[in-house]
């Protein structure tokens, strides 16, 4: 039953994949709150493979720096839930194709 027990490198298989689904729909979909999800996703993965590496390491330093990446996401949530809702108040649409009010 060792083959069962989750080591490394499935971890960080894990990490891969979720980052690359996560890079995937913000590369293809339009739709702003799944492209936000997304994000998510992607830092979600990241911080999997901190923590990985900090425990291989028998090292925090990985740990604490998780913590700063969920502030920054905290923060990317608020702000950019904000910026979804004021499109969606202007627009009515929270297609990211149709947004063009930063050009001139």
Not at 1 to 17: H, W
Not at 68 to 76: L, N
Not at 90 to 101: F, H, R
């Amino acid at each position: 039953m060792e083959f069962l027990t989750p080591n490394t490198y499935s971890y960080l298989t894990v990490a891969l994949i979720m980052f690359t689904l996560g890079a995937i729909g913000v590369m293809t979909r339009r739709n702003g709150i799944v492209v936000f999800m997304c994000i998510e996703l992607m830092l979600n993965a990241v911080n999997l493979s901190l923590v990985t590496f900090s425990r291989m390491h028998n090292d925090a330093n990985g740990s604490m720096l998780v913590f700063f990446v969920m502030c920054v996401a905290a923060a990317e949530a608020v702000v950019g839930l904000a910026v979804i809702i004021a499109l969606f108040r202007n627009k009515l649409d929270i297609d990211i194709n149709n947004v063009n009010i930063f050009k001139w």
